[in-house]
């Protein structure tokens, strides 16, 4: 029985993720050994010509700007794969081709995660949080913020792959409820710039439009009556600590973004060399990886994100699911996610499916 590339990719993504569940250590640990692992994975299975020039052509900008500005030469290194990790994600995602039981098995892998991060909200071990402080949901990845992001975009998955089907409302119904949960259990920020892209997979549905709409009456009542505690809960009060330490943060990124008219490179790291010297704490990070790619890769990294785009469109269409979807990705750059290795097969899942659903639309269009 023959895999194909996407068979092989998924199996090797879904087994990292099985052995970081089993590790006492969380996902950011291990960022750049994982980043380099599937650098070399991506070697072996894209074998495209433009795919290599293109990243050579990138890396080679962020190389020579970072040359003699990055704080080390290992980060250099870990930036050049990043670039190269990306484009072959999206180019896999639009272009390989993928097998039917290959599909099935993306998605009984994506409901066997997304199973058991539920189902670990009911474990007392699974909470953590410093004292006076309220215990969060760690995630069965032993981080909550990794954990909770890849729970989010797995999730998403799980609905691509399923919305044509018989039982799509089932499975809509399951996975809001399952989402709403994890969010609570979880306690993160990032999550509610996720939830408009179920609400809309809510309103799409004929049976349920009218349930949205008595749904975010419910909220809006919800929030007058209980505002302080979910603003406690999600930490949004204008007096939390965290709020107010990532905006001096972000003020501090931002000046230096200008200070090089957001268009010079200052190099790979240097962002968070910055922010480690501006705090004093080396465990800092620009908690924003957006503003870090502006900062380390000046005019390049618009110039990336536009050629992402291009291909992307090529292939899949740029609807206001689809940008939801994107809101979806971004927002988890609020955790350091986005520049790791964790969110991006997820997301190439995502292109394959949307990618055969535009395919069954455009010949039944045609028929």
Same mark, same amino acid.
Request: hydrophobic content about 50%.
């Given at each position: 029985?023959?895999?194909? *590339?996407?068979?092989?990719?998924?199996?090797?993504?879904?087994?990292?993720?099985?052995?970081?569940?089993?590790? #006492?250590?969380?996902? $950011?640990?291990?960022?750049?050994?994982?980043?380099?692992?599937?650098?070399?994975?991506?070697? &072996?299975?894209?074998?495209?010509?433009?795919?290599?020039?293109?990243?050579?052509?990138?890396?080679?900008?962020?190389?020579?700007?970072?040359?003699?500005?990055? #704080?080390?030469?290992?980060?250099?290194?870990?930036?050049?794969?990043?670039?190269?990790?990306?484009?072959?994600?999206?180019?896999?995602?639009?272009?390989? #081709?993928?097998?039917?039981?290959?599909?099935?098995?993306?998605?009984?892998?994506?409901?066997? @995660?997304?199973?058991?991060?539920?189902?670990?909200?009911?474990?007392?071990?699974?909470?953590? %949080?410093?004292?006076?402080?309220?215990?969060?949901?760690?995630?069965?990845?032993?981080?909550?913020?990794?954990?909770?992001?890849?729970?989010?975009? /797995?999730?998403?998955?799980?609905?691509? =792959?399923? +919305?044509?089907?018989?039982?799509?409302? %089932?499975?809509?119904?399951?996975?809001?409820?399952?989402? !709403?949960?994890?969010? &609570?259990?979880?306690?993160?920020?990032?999550?509610?710039?996720?939830?408009?892209?179920?609400?809309?997979?809510?309103?799409?549905?004929?049976?349920?439009?009218?349930? /949205?709409?008595?749904?975010?009456? @419910?909220?809006?009542?919800?929030?007058?009556?209980?505002?302080?505690?979910?603003?406690?809960?999600?930490?949004?009060?204008?007096?939390?600590?965290?709020?107010?330490?990532? $905006?001096?943060?972000?003020?501090?990124? %931002?000046?230096?973004? !200008?200070?090089?008219?957001?268009?010079?490179?200052? %190099?790979?790291?240097?962002?968070?060399?910055?922010?480690?010297?501006?705090?004093?704490?080396?465990?800092?990070? #620009?908690?924003?990886?957006?503003?870090?790619? @502006?900062?380390? &890769?000046?005019?390049?990294?618009?110039?990336?994100?536009?050629?992402?785009?291009? +291909?992307?469109? +090529?292939?899949?269409?740029?609807?206001?699911?689809?940008?939801?979807? =994107?809101?979806?990705?971004?927002?988890?750059?609020?955790?350091?996610?986005?520049?790791?290795?964790?969110? &991006?097969?997820?997301?190439?899942?995502?292109?394959?499916?949307?990618?055969? @659903?535009? +395919?069954?639309?455009?010949?039944?269009? *045609?028929?």
């Amino acid at each position: 029985m023959k895999i194909s *590339k996407v068979g092989v990719l998924s199996i090797v993504y879904f087994f990292v993720l099985f052995i970081f569940a089993l590790l #006492p250590k969380g996902l $950011s640990d291990y960022n750049g050994y994982v980043l380099l692992f599937m650098a070399s994975v991506y070697l &072996w299975l894209v074998r495209n010509v433009d795919v290599y020039r293109v990243s050579f052509l990138f890396s080679l900008v962020v190389f020579t700007f970072s040359l003699f500005q990055s #704080p080390n030469f290992l980060f250099v290194v870990l930036d050049c794969a990043f670039i190269f990790y990306v484009i072959g994600s999206v180019y896999i995602g639009c272009c390989f #081709p993928v097998k039917e039981r290959e599909i099935r098995f993306i998605r009984l892998a994506c409901v066997f @995660i997304c199973l058991l991060s539920v189902l670990g909200i009911f474990n007392p071990i699974m909470y953590a %949080g410093d004292e006076g402080d309220e215990f969060r949901y760690l995630g069965i990845f032993h981080g909550i913020t990794s954990s909770a992001c890849i729970f989010s975009m /797995v999730s998403i998955v799980i609905w691509e =792959l399923e +919305k044509k089907e018989k039982r799509r409302l %089932g499975i809509l119904v399951s996975l809001i409820v399952s989402f !709403l949960i994890y969010m &609570w259990a979880a306690g993160t920020r990032s999550l509610l710039f996720i939830l408009p892209y179920w609400l809309y997979q809510l309103y799409t549905q004929r049976k349920t439009r009218i349930m /949205v709409f008595v749904a975010l009456g @419910i909220s809006l009542l919800y929030l007058s009556l209980f505002s302080e505690q979910i603003l406690e809960k999600f930490r949004l009060d204008e007096n939390e600590a965290s709020l107010n330490t990532r $905006s001096s943060l972000y003020l501090q990124i %931002g000046m230096g973004i !200008l200070d090089n008219y957001v268009v010079i490179p200052h %190099g790979s790291y240097t962002a968070t060399a910055v922010i480690r010297q501006f705090t004093g704490d080396s465990s800092y990070s #620009p908690h924003n990886d957006i503003l870090k790619f @502006i900062y380390e &890769w000046g005019i390049l990294f618009f110039v990336f994100c536009i050629f992402l785009m291009v +291909k992307i469109k +090529k292939h899949v269409r740029l609807d206001l699911e689809f940008v939801l979807i =994107l809101v979806a990705l971004i927002s988890c750059s609020l955790h350091n996610m986005l520049s790791t290795v964790y969110l &991006w097969i997820p997301f190439l899942f995502i292109l394959i499916a949307r990618r055969r @659903i535009d +395919k069954n639309v455009y010949m039944k269009t *045609k028929l």
